[in-house]
Each structure stands twice: as structure tokens, then as C-alpha cells.
């Protein structure tokens, strides 16, 4: 429950990547996974639990989950989602940070998330934006899409 730079982060990225003789994303891609299925899973299974029966209704509820942890630690500064029912097996979901460099680690989360709820997933990146001078306020407007079918 305490908050870390985000060098910290970055660095053990870069020093798995050498260690490992592995890209950076695909790094990321495999920790958020596992993020999911064994660490929230061990740490924050009961948030997780209550956080939607469905994946649908789980994307949707990604904001309120991080505005909790917020409210125990207000000096984070968690991304923000947004979701867009594209069909009824298709989700666009808009990730927001003002990180550089995590979405990959975007994806890894999405696929232990389709796991979680045994769910077949493709996710597709679809735009990426860094149109700086939106939401200055929390967030530098670096927007990226996703479409989850
Ligand atoms: C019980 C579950 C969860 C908890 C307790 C949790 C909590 C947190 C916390 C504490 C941070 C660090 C924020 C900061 O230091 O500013 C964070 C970051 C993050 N969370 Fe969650 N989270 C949860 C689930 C998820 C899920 C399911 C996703 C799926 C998309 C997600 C996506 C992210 C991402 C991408 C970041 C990195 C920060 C950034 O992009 O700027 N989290 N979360």
C-alpha cells in the first residue's frame, strides 16, 4: 500500500529485457497477464470479484475500481478507461495515462482479463493519439483505443 517511482518500474523493465534477452513490450505483455491472473487474483481478489460478472460489465467498472484505491491513496494518478459497446461481442475500450510506454502492458491486463472470464479474446490496437493539452489537469490526452472482441 505505498506508492513507488515510476523509474522503478521502467528500470526493472529494462533490466528483465537484458536479463531475459527479450523485448521491453513483450515484458510488459507477460507481467500484466500475470498481473491478473495471480497477483490481483492473491491481493485484491475480492475488489476483483466485485468489480463485474461479465467482462463487459468489468471494462466498465475500470475506473471506480482504480477511484478506490485513489481514495485510500490520493496521490496516484491511475489511468482513466472509457468504453464503447461496439457490437454485442465487440468492446472499444480508450485507456488514458500520462505514463509513456505501457501499452503493452494494456494488452497483457486485457489478456488475463479474457481468461478470467474464459472469454476468446482478440484485442486489436486501433488509434494512438498524444494530443497533449486535453484533460491537463490529470492527464497529458494520451489516448489510446482498443477494440475487444
Ligand atoms: C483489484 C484490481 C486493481 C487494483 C487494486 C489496481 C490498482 C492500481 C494502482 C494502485 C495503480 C498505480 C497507480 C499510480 O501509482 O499512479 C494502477 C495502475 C494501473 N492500472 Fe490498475 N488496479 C487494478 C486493476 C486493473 C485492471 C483490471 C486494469 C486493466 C486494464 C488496470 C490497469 C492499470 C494500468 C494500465 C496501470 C498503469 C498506470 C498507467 O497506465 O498510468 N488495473 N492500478
Excluded at 55 to 78: D, S, V, W, Y
Aim: net charge negative.
Amino acid at each position: 500500500m505505498q506508492s513507488y517511482p515510476d523509474e522503478l518500474t521502467y528500470d526493472l523493465v529494462g533490466a528483465a529485457s537484458e536479463v531475459l534477452e527479450l523485448e521491453p513490450a513483450a515484458i510488459l505483455e507477460a507481467f500484466g497477464e500475470y498481473w491478473i491472473l495471480y497477483t490481483a487474483e492473491e491481493g485484491y481478489g475480492e475488489m476483483l470479484a466485485l468489480s463485474g460478472s461479465t467482462l463487459a460489465e468489468f471494462l466498465g467498472n475500470l475506473n471506480l475500481l482504480h477511484e478506490r484505491i485513489t481514495n485510500i491513496m490520493p496521490q496516484l494518478k491511475p489511468p482513466k478507461f472509457s468504453t464503447k459497446e461496439i457490437s454485442e461481442n465487440q468492446v472499444e475500450l480508450t485507456y488514458e495515462s500520462d505514463r509513456d510506454g505501457l501499452t503493452s502492458m494494456v494488452v497483457g491486463l486485457l489478456r488475463g482479463l479474457g481468461k478470467r472470464f474464459g472469454k476468446n479474446c482478440e484485442i486489436n490496437q486501433t488509434e494512438f493519439r498524444a494530443d497533449s493539452g486535453k484533460d491537463v489537469l490529470m492527464f497529458l490526452g494520451k489516448k489510446i483505443n482498443f477494440i475487444i472482441e
